[in-house]
């Protein structure tokens, strides 16, 4: 990725160049993406997660961020938003983070069924763990049929380092929703292949309506979010992606 500034200061932070559904992604944040032995933070996954969403739009998908997961497993309750007609949809992606390391839950509502794909590979007592989570989740929104919810791993690449976890949860999710076996055969490319997506996917909209330089926006007072002008006068030209 090649991303060319015009600045009167430097802003060792990092500049605004990627956001969706409320996500904001910094140059910074996606050079990291690139490099071999870097973790993917929450943010690069929950925004890849609502843009692999958006490659099938004939499927209904719900996108369960980290955050919500966490909530999940912890049994809390989670925003009344999240879980509107969730019954209805067609598949969730609920990405976890947990110790470090990433995991990825995906529920079929309309099959009464859950995939739980662990890079490493999962165990029997995992599986039984997140078939419970699956149903104590969906109880509420079923009148039946619930008790029998099952689930199940795949056949998938297994992670051979330390850091990949977060590439290889992305890509199974991207694979699971193009009905693609789950195999990433270069970490490298996939990573190049998700900075990508995030780029592609990006709300124009959205990212107008805050400063590149500082990711603020102002409010006049009257309830209007209107974009805000720091002071450094700061102009981005993405000029492409390189791979």
């Known amino acids: 990725?090649?991303?060319?500034?015009?600045?009167?200061?430097?802003?060792?932070?990092?500049?605004?160049?990627?956001?969706?559904?409320?996500?904001?992604?910094?140059?910074?944040?996606?050079?990291?993406?690139?490099?071999?032995?870097?973790?993917?933070?929450?943010?690069?996954?929950?925004?890849?997660?609502?843009?692999?969403?958006?490659?099938?739009?004939?499927?209904?998908?719900?996108?369960?961020?980290?955050?919500?997961m966490r909530r999940l497993i912890e049994g809390k309750r989670l925003n009344a938003r999240v879980l509107k007609n969730i019954q209805d949809v067609d598949l969730i992606l609920g990405p976890i983070l947990e110790s470090g390391h990433w995991t990825l839950l995906v529920m079929y509502p309309k099959e009464r069924r859950s995939v739980y794909i662990d890079?490493?590979?999962?165990?029997?007592?995992?599986?039984?763990?997140?078939?419970?989570?699956?149903?104590?989740?969906?109880?509420?929104?079923?009148?039946?049929?619930?008790?029998?919810?099952?689930?199940?791993?795949?056949?998938?690449?297994?992670?051979?380092?330390?850091?990949?976890?977060?590439?290889l949860v992305c890509k199974f999710a991207q694979n699971i929703i193009e009905s693609k076996p789950l195999e990433v055969p270069n970490i490298m490319a996939a990573r190049k292949e998700i900075v990508t997506m995030l780029l592609d996917y990006t709300d124009l909209t959205m990212l107008d309506e805050y400063c590149t330089y500082c990711c603020c926006m102002e409010d006049d007072g009257e309830g209007v979010i209107e974009w805000f002008q720091c002071q450094d006068q700061i102009v981005l030209e993405k000029k492409g992606v390189i791979l």
């Open 1 to 68: 990725m090649e991303i060319q500034r015009r600045q009167s200061v430097k802003n060792p932070a990092g500049y605004l160049v990627a956001c969706r559904d409320g996500i904001l992604l910094r140059d910074v944040e996606l050079a990291t993406v690139l490099k071999t032995d870097e973790w993917l933070s929450d943010a690069d996954v929950n925004m890849f997660m609502h843009c692999a969403a958006l490659q099938a739009p004939l499927l209904q998908i719900r996108v369960l961020e980290c955050f919500a």
């Open 119 to 167: 890079p490493f590979g999962c165990s029997n007592t995992a599986l039984e763990r997140f078939k419970q989570i699956s149903r104590r989740m969906m109880r509420p929104h079923f009148t039946s049929g619930v008790d029998r919810w099952g689930i199940q791993t795949l056949q998938h690449t297994r992670q051979r380092d330390g850091s990949s976890c977060g590439v």
